[in-house]
T-cell receptor, first 110, second 114 residues
Framework: TQLLEQSPQFLSIQEGENLTVYCNSS?????LQWYRQEPGEGPVLLVT?????EVKKLKRLTFQFGDARKDSSLHITAAQPGDTGLYLC??????????FGTGTRLQVTL | NAGVTQTPKFQVLKTGQSMTLQCAQD?????MYWYRQDPGMGLRLIYY???????DKGEVPNGYNVSRLNKREFSLRLESAAPSQTSVYFC?????????????FGDGTRLSIL
């Protein structure tokens, strides 16, 4: 079974702070996705990274795929309360099945 | 746009009871998935259906069965519910199995087994 560990598990910060969430595995993935989930809803895709070393930016969010395609990071600049939620990474491996990470719960307060 | 619809949204069962969770998508997607979400464990794949007429086991299939009724509908059945199956269940769909297309999720079914 491919495992994806996310860190930190919980993060509580104030508006305007920066943060980084990490997603690590011992397995190689063909690509990796990041999802955000809000209470009472299903996850929603934020981004897909495909190439080792790839960096993608989505407004204040920066996603990076590791050179070896085993890890990824999500950096949020100047966090806002609207960024609050559960962030999940998901690696795409054999048979294009997704393996989800353990999740990082982010709380941004005023 | 309805997307992926799951019913019911909440359910409480007694140990040993059976029930079926329903899922329907209106996006003409080929692939459908069932996950369970437990605290600190992310989402774990129970079963999936790559296309109409096919189903395959995921990471945690024991205690569950599925039916791909047609292209739109994919149901999950608990034959004899156990407390360990208390969880939030998500259904998802996507266009195909290849590449990195996004999965579209329903809003979940919160299931408690006493």
């Amino acid at each position: 079974t491919q495992l994806l560990e996310q860190s930190p598990q919980f993060l509580s910060i104030q508006e305007g702070e920066n943060l980084t969430v990490y997603c690590n595995s011992s397995s190689v993935f063909s690509s990796l996705q990041w999802y955000r989930q809000e209470p009472g809803e299903g996850p929603v895709l934020l981004v897909t990274v495909v190439t080792g070393g790839e960096v993608k930016k989505l407004k204040r969010l920066t996603f990076q795929f590791g050179d070896a395609r085993k890890d990824s990071s999500l950096h949020i600049t100047a966090a806002q309360p609207g960024d609050t939620g559960l962030y999940l990474c998901a690696g795409i491996g054999t048979a294009s099945k997704l393996t989800f990470g353990t999740g990082t719960r982010l709380q941004v307060t005023l | 746009n309805a997307g992926v619809t799951q019913t019911p949204k909440f359910q409480v069962l007694k140990t040993g009871q059976s029930m079926t969770l329903q899922c329907a998508q209106d996006m003409n997607h080929n692939s459908m998935y069932w996950y369970r979400q437990d605290p600190g464990m992310g989402l774990r794949l129970i079963y999936y259906s790559a296309s109409e007429g096919t189903t395959d086991k995921g990471e945690v299939p024991n205690g569950y069965n599925v039916s791909r009724l047609n292209k739109r509908e994919f149901s999950l059945r608990l034959e004899s519910a156990a407390p360990s199956q208390t969880s939030v269940y998500f259904c998802a769909s996507r266009t195909g199995t290849g590449g990195s297309q996004p999965q579209h999720f329903g809003d979940g079914t919160r299931l408690s087994i006493l």
